[in-house]
């Protein structure tokens, strides 16, 4: 199982990044997946996960409304959209693979990516 991340970087307050995660190894589209950050000094943060099909989506607070997860099956990606980003969004961002019957306890998830590095400042 092999989990890659990309697109983050440096944005000013209120821009725009596009998360993607590349998957390999495993049947993509029988999975959930979840974006999940962590912060410079804090404990992972659950931001987003999304079911195998792409129809149900859900969102922590601090991102609802701003951020957009989604996934191409045919591509074996999942997405992130992040829009208004603030600097408290400021994080290193995962995606995980969410194991059947798992869902916001990141402490369940069993396969993670490195991490790509989003810094929102001006």
């Known amino acids: 199982v092999q989990l890659v991340e990309s697109g983050g970087g440096v944005v000013q307050p209120g821009g725009s990044l596009r998360l993607s995660c590349a998957a390999s190894?495993?049947?993509?589209?029988?999975?959930?997946m979840s974006w999940v950050r962590q912060a410079p000094g804090k404990g992972p943060e659950w931001v987003s996960r999304?079911?195998?099909?792409?129809?149900?989506?859900y969102y922590a607070e601090s991102v609802k409304g701003r951020f957009t997860i989604s996934r191409d099956n045919t591509k074996s990606t999942l997405y992130l959209q992040m829009n208004s980003l603030k600097p408290e969004d400021t994080a290193l961002y995962y995606c995980?693979?969410?194991?059947?019957?798992?869902?916001?306890?990141?402490?369940?998830?069993?396969?993670w990516g490195k991490g790509t590095q989003v810094t929102v400042s001006s």
């Open positions: 995980a693979r969410v194991p059947y019957g798992s869902r916001y306890d990141t402490r369940e998830y069993d396969y």
């Open positions: 190894g495993f049947t993509f589209s029988s999975y959930a």
């Open positions: 999304i079911n195998t099909g792409g129809g149900s989506r």
